[in-house]
T-cell receptor
Framework: KAGVTQTPRYLIKTRGQQVTLSCSPI?????VSWYQQTPGQGLQFLFE???????NKGNFPGRFSGRQFSNSRSEMNVSTLELGDSALYLC?????????????FGDGTRLSIL | TQLLEQSPQFLSIQEGENLTVYCNSS?????LQWYRQEPGEGPVLLVT?????EVKKLKRLTFQFGDARKDSSLHITAAQPGDTGLYLC??????????FGRGTSLIVHP
């Protein structure tokens, strides 16, 4: 069974640009969550999508947005990139939504802002 | 904001040693999860604990959920180099906004 796939694995952008990251969940999983991981802040929740609807949102500015398609694949967009957006962005899928759902993570997209 | 404090932050030991890492909070959680993350990879779920006082074993790893469901520990017996990684605890209580601790970085030297 294929795991969670994230593309691209590495990305280099400059300040002010925008970026789109992609996530394909495990087959049959309908929930996709996005996280930002940095050495200083650790793993922080961005948002969760279930059945193409945003169900939960973390404490990030509106520059961070996402969407989910009917096949459960998800994309995350960051506009007007800042140096502080350099991080590992992780996507996780789970069969359903709700508290305590086990998260199956992809290997992430490493985003570097110059 | 629920905070999960993990300790120690770093741990460097020799193969064969035992170790315990901790995950503490002032909040009560309905469940808590432990993950291991290896360099260049995403976190992998190890276990979910739900009941206060619960103990779960996964080979050489023993997980315990505190009686009050505010803390948890992970004990590794006879650590091996393959145990090297970042150990993360995660929980959510009330609203589903999962909170992760900052992790314990473990290095096991052969």
């Amino acid at each position: 069974k294929a795991g969670v796939t994230q593309t691209p694995r590495y990305l280099i952008k400059t300040r002010g640009q925008q970026v789109t990251l992609s996530c394909s969940p495990i087959s049959g999983h309908r929930s996709v969550s996005w996280y930002q991981q940095t050495p200083g802040q650790g793993l922080q929740f961005l948002f969760e999508y279930f059945s193409e609807t945003q169900r939960n949102k973390g404490n990030f500015p509106g520059r961070f947005s996402g969407r989910q398609f009917s096949n459960s694949r998800s994309e995350m967009n960051v506009s007007t990139l800042e140096l502080g957006d350099s991080a590992l962005y992780l996507c996780a899928s789970s069969p359903g939504t709700g508290e305590g759902q086990p998260q199956h993570f992809g290997d992430g997209t490493r985003l570097s802002i110059l | 904001t629920q905070l999960l404090e993990q300790s120690p932050q770093f741990l460097s030991i020799q193969e064969g040693e035992n170790l315990t890492v901790y995950c503490n909070s002032s909040s009560v959680f309905s469940s808590l999860q432990w993950y291991r993350q290896e360099p260049g990879e995403g976190p992998v779920l190890l276990v979910t604990v739900v009941t206060g006082g619960e103990v779960k074993k996964l080979k050489r790893l023993t997980f315990q959920f505190g009686d009050a469901r505010k803390d948890s520990s992970l004990h590794i017996t006879a650590a091996q180099p393959g145990d090297t990684g970042l150990y993360l605890c995660a929980a959510s209580g009330g609203s589903y906004i999962p909170t992760f601790g900052r992790g314990t970085s473990l290095i096991v030297h052969p």
